[in-house]
């Protein structure tokens, strides 16, 4: 394989700490790799199991909950 | 912005103030109102007049570093977003010529023949908050300003590194258009400065400056930076820890005074003199001024206007117990005015201000309270019609992220029947374009691509009912925070990722509905927790408001620290001013006082807590309940005790809160003392800096000299932060023969003892050799701990900083609310801080926390569950689960069946993702927009898929 493998990840994130340090993480201009999409929401005890089975159908490589 | 949009503010600007007549509750100002010749309610901010008017005009706003036109706006978020002329260089209102711009304006704004207007303003109190003024030239001219291009003042740099500034954020010499690789800063200009008559310290400037160096390293990684300081103060919470990434990233800070900059073959030269006395010199392509805040120019006009008095250094005078009270009754102070302060110290003594004058009101409360009215909802139709609106945010997004790509691929998304782009969608103009666009599409869902919906979700929501939409039609995608910020160095990647976000937004949106608003009452009293002079200042300031507390302490006494202090830096008696504090709490019929008292327990939500407050011991324990809708944190803190230098172990080893004490009890001074400032602080048990040790040993320092003006003192220190107006007692103990003497942090003194002798060895840096001394006393200045912060932070779930004070919810907008709604902070349980700022912080913390209670009111946001009892099937489960107590069952028709408080809900959706009947739906959250949401991610595979086969 010539091209390095590069992983679609799919976040699920907290509004309270993980999106808010995803934030903080912006203002302090650190710096991580483009691989994730995320989609917020006010807890992760929102994310339906069924949830990450779905983005694993839908072709995620990996599924990230920050909560 | 929010204050533009208040119906409740009215702004009157190109105004000058002429006079203030009347009493307390009964003010008539005088005001001239300057013609702006244009009529603001017809402009629409549209720049067509700039660019046709032929005169150049130098751009005030941006420190005169571009050109713009007589008619022009300052910055495109200003408010009111509306254009002016200035007189001094239109070619009509000095030649009567020209008027191109009247034929030019669409919208016909431009009126010639407006005329400056007198205005008398009945108002109740005053609230002075002019800002600062700017160094005098001639002391810029000691560091070559004006005579060498490359020597810029702060104000000027920061003009020149911001995005939406005169060069785009481009850094570089004036002389000759070259990136800079080497800048030197230069601290203290016309700051700490006899020689302009600013004996004082400008708080501010240290701070900035690293700011400014790191935000210059930033553009440049391969710039050399170099700050000449005589102190580094870096006081404010947290603040340190700025300086320590500073320096990682290799900026240099040297301890000199600079004597000189000149011109150096194409570049400057600097010479500067370090603490050995040695002289050197170094070469330089921009040299940066450091300017201090000068008291407002017309400060002396203003005070006259006003009948205020202002200090030796014209700022306004103000007593360190009563900090944002001027001399006349009814005119309160806030901000730079009442003496050089910071973003969060202005925004603080803005908000204590408004209470004050709020309590000076209390019986006018609500009159000509204007309430907003919005349009009614529109009825949202069958058909899905998306707008999407894209931000560069400057160049914040757009110097990363292809922002019209980024829009261009929403065009054959489903539903999206307008998309655009916007400099910065958070201005003024941009919102009204916004409302502009929703009616002219007949929009009914909107997605915005610009920065976090944590900061600007309500300001879009506001616009959207505004425009007559609901609420919750709304979606931010956050390409800025979470995209162009961490992706700087990857424009192509970070622009597909804004894609794939928006195209999910997008899907979200799709089946989002209108949610209903709900509202819920509010108790009117408050809970204060600390019976210091933090929690005693705000109980007091919501009984002048008109609001009942219970104030619990939990030891014998009110009076906190304050007890333990004897005078202030200004020479107040402590004493005094507590014991008339304590009394007037007791006396007051809206406190309840409760000594001896423990929080039991707190459960409930903004507007409805309810509390159980334990007191005394034994036989005589008791325990009350109290429903309050606010709580105010003012828990306080202590001196911390370092196991260092021989605290505990030597008694000639003392504590400054001791000293003071002992000072005051003997009325005898110690013939010898050494001082070590930062024992225990900045790096070793602490990390951060406590603020109040460097003014708490100078006062101690006086303290001995007014004594005994033999004693021998000497203070050890790292950086005297003796900011503000203290420096003015550091430079009396200086004189006084105080001998100060840096230490470096690699070599710290040493205290020992030798037979019957406390010994301190240290080096000296300015003679350059180890000395010893045996004095009668070592004083520590040991810095500040929080005190029972971890317990509340768990009852509360508020969260704490890594030093265990407690973290407001934004640290320059929001600086005494916490992330919890309807819970305040102030005093030392916020961070350490001295008695005037604890009590302005008190004083705001009272204010923020009677604006629920005034509105008597919460509107709680519509994203909380909702149970669908048609299916539901009455299991339990989601009751037994929720964390925060806001599902209760309830028999409907015979039947259990599951049902929300609103008010407690907060919108975890633990509940929803374990309905086993999927009947609980989440606002904004629902199974069917998540799963839209992840087939959104999925289409994006797909079309990578089809592009590779």
Redo the contacts between chains.
């Keep these: 394989m010539s091209e390095q493998f590069s992983p679609?990840i799919?976040g699920f994130l907290c509004?309270?700490c993980c999106?808010?340090a995803?934030?903080a993480?912006?203002?302090s201009?650190?710096?991580?790799p483009?691989n994730?999409?995320?989609?917020?929401?006010?807890?992760t005890?929102?994310?339906?199991?069924a949830?990450i089975f779905?983005?694993f159908?839908?072709?995620?490589d990996g599924i990230f909950t920050g909560g | 912005m929010e204050a533009g949009r208040s119906p409740n503010i009215k702004m009157l600007t190109n105004a000058d103030f002429l006079g203030l007549e009347g009493k307390p509750g009964d003010f008539t100002a005088k005001l001239r109102l300057r013609p702006r010749y244009i009529d603001a309610d017809n402009c629409t901010a549209c720049g067509l007049c700039t660019q046709y008017c032929p005169r150049h005009h130098v751009d005030k706003y941006n420190e005169g570093l571009a050109m713009t036109r007589p008619i022009h706006i300052d910055y495109a978020q200003a408010v009111p977003a509306t254009y002016y002329i200035d007189p001094g260089s239109c070619l009509y209102l000095q030649h009567e010529t020209c008027q191109i711009c009247v034929p030019v304006c669409q919208s016909h704004a431009i009126d010639f023949s407006q005329q400056p207007e007198e205005l008398d303003l009945k108002v109740g109190a005053v609230i002075l908050s002019p800002g600062f003024g700017k160094i005098g030239e001639k002391t810029l001219e000691q560091f070559g300003y004006n005579k060498h291009p490359d020597v810029v003042t702060s104000i000027e740099f920061e003009r020149m590194t911001t995005a939406s500034g005169p060069f785009q954020g481009e850094i570089k010499c004036f002389s000759d258009g070259r990136h800079p690789k080497r800048i030197a800063f230069i601290q203290c200009v016309g700051s700490r400065d006899l020689g302009c008559d600013n004996g004082y310290c400008s708080s501010v400037c240290c701070m900035y400056s690293i700011k400014e160096a790191l935000v210059a390293k930033e553009h440049d990684p391969s710039v050399e930076i170099t700050i000449y300081y005589m102190d580094i103060r870096t006081q404010g919470k947290e603040f340190d820890k700025a300086r320590q990434r500073a320096e990682n990233m290799g900026i240099k800070f040297v301890r000199a005074k600079v004597a000189d900059v000149t011109p150096w073959k194409n570049n400057l030269r600097l010479t500067y003199s370090t603490l050995e006395a040695r002289h050197s010199f170094a070469e330089f392509d921009l040299v940066v001024l450091s300017v201090g805040l000068e008291s407002p120019k017309d400060a002396q006009g203003i005070a006259k206007i006003a009948g205020i008095e202002l200090n030796r250094y014209d700022f306004c005078k103000t007593e360190t117990f009563s900090p944002l009270t001027t001399s006349r009754e009814g005119v309160i102070v806030a901000g730079a005015f009442q003496g050089p302060k910071d973003i969060p110290e202005s925004v603080t003594q803005a908000s204590a201000a408004a209470g004050l004058a709020a309590g000076l009101l209390t019986k006018q409360r609500g009159q000509g309270v204007v309430h907003k009215s919005y349009p009614e909802e529109q009825e949202m139709g069958d058909e899905v019609r998306i707008g999407v609106f894209v931000c560069h945010c400057g160049i914040n997004i757009g110097a990363v992220v292809n922002v019209p790509q980024v829009e261009q691929s929403t065009a054959d998304m489903e539903g999206v029947v307008y998309h655009t782009d916007s400099l910065y969608s958070c201005s003024q103009d941009a919102q009204e374009v916004l409302k502009q666009k929703i009616k002219e599409h007949n929009l009914n869902r909107v997605v915005i691509a610009a920065c976090s919906p944590r900061t600007h979700e309500p300001l879009f929501q506001e616009t959207l009912k505004d425009a007559g939409l609901n609420r919750n039609l709304i979606e931010m995608v956050n390409i800025r925070d979470q995209c162009s910020w961490v992706h700087a160095t990857e424009p192509d990647a970070a622009t597909d990722k804004s894609k794939d976000l928006v195209r999910m937004a997008v899907a979200k949106v799709r089946g989002m509905k209108s949610l209903p608003e709900q509202t819920v009452p509010v108790t009117p009293k408050a809970l204060v927790i600390g019976g210091g002079i933090a929690g005693m200042t705000a109980a007091l300031s919501l009984s002048d408001q008109g609001f009942e507390s219970l104030l619990m302490e939990k030891g014998k006494a009110l009076g906190g620290n304050l007890g333990l202090l004897n005078t202030t830096l200004a020479g107040d008696e402590s004493a005094d001013y507590l014991k008339g504090l304590v009394d007037r709490v007791r006396k007051s019929k809206l406190i309840h006082v409760v000594t001896e008292a423990e929080l039991a327990s707190l459960s409930g939500f903004i507007g409805n807590f309810s509390s159980v407050v334990a007191s005394g011991s034994g036989a005589k324990k008791k325990e009350i309940t109290f429903d309050h809708g606010v709580v105010v944190l003012a828990t306080g803190g202590r001196e911390h005790r370092p196991d260092l230098y021989l605290l505990g172990k030597n008694n000639k080893v003392v504590t400054q809160q001791e000293l003071e004490l002992q000072l005051a009890k003997t009325k005898k001074a110690p013939e010898s003392v050494v001082m070590i400032q930062c024992a225990g602080s900045r790096g070793d048990d602490l990390s951060y800096c406590s603020k109040v040790c460097c003014n708490h040993a100078v006062k101690n320092a006086l303290k001995i000299k007014e004594l005994n003006p033999d004693a021998q003192v000497v203070v050890l220190y790292r950086d005297m932060r003796t900011y503000g107006f203290a420096e003015d007692a550091y430079r009396e103990a200086r004189l006084g023969g105080v001998v100060f003497i840096p230490y470096d942090v690699a070599r710290k003194p040493e205290v020992y003892e030798k037979g019957k002798k406390l010994h301190v060895r240290f080096f000296d840096t300015i003679l350059q050799e180890e000395l010893d001394l045996a004095p009668d006393q070592v004083v520590l200045s040991v810095g500040i701990v929080p005190e029972g912060t971890q317990e509340l932070s768990k009852l509360l779930k508020a969260p704490l900083t890594d030093e265990k004070f407690f973290l407001e919810a934004h640290v320059k907008l929001r600086p005494v609310e916490l992330s919890v709604d309807g819970v305040y902070v102030c005093g030392l349980a916020h961070g350490p801080k001295p008695l005037d700022e604890t009590i302005a912080q008190a004083q705001a913390a009272a204010a923020k926390a009677a604006i629920p209670l005034v509105k008597g009111a919460v509107s709680v946001a519509p994203i909380v569950s909702v149970v669908d009892q048609e299916s539901c099937i009455g299991c339990g489960l989601c009751a037994s689960l929720c964390p925060y107590q806001a599902i209760e069952m309830v028999k409907v028709d015979n039947k259990r069946k599951a049902q929300t408080i609103a008010a407690s809900c907060k919108a975890c959706g633990i509940c929803a993702s374990h309905c086993p009947s999927f009947s609980i739906a989440m606002g904004s959250f629902t199974n069917e927009q998540i799963n839209a949401q992840i087939a959104a991610f999925g289409g994006v595979r797909e079309k990578e898929k089809a592009e590779v086969a």
């Design positions: 679609k799919l509004n309270w999106y808010a995803a934030d993480a912006g203002v201009r650190y710096q991580y483009p994730l999409r995320t989609i917020r929401v006010m807890c005890g929102r994310v339906d199991p949830f779905r983005g159908i839908e072709g995620a």
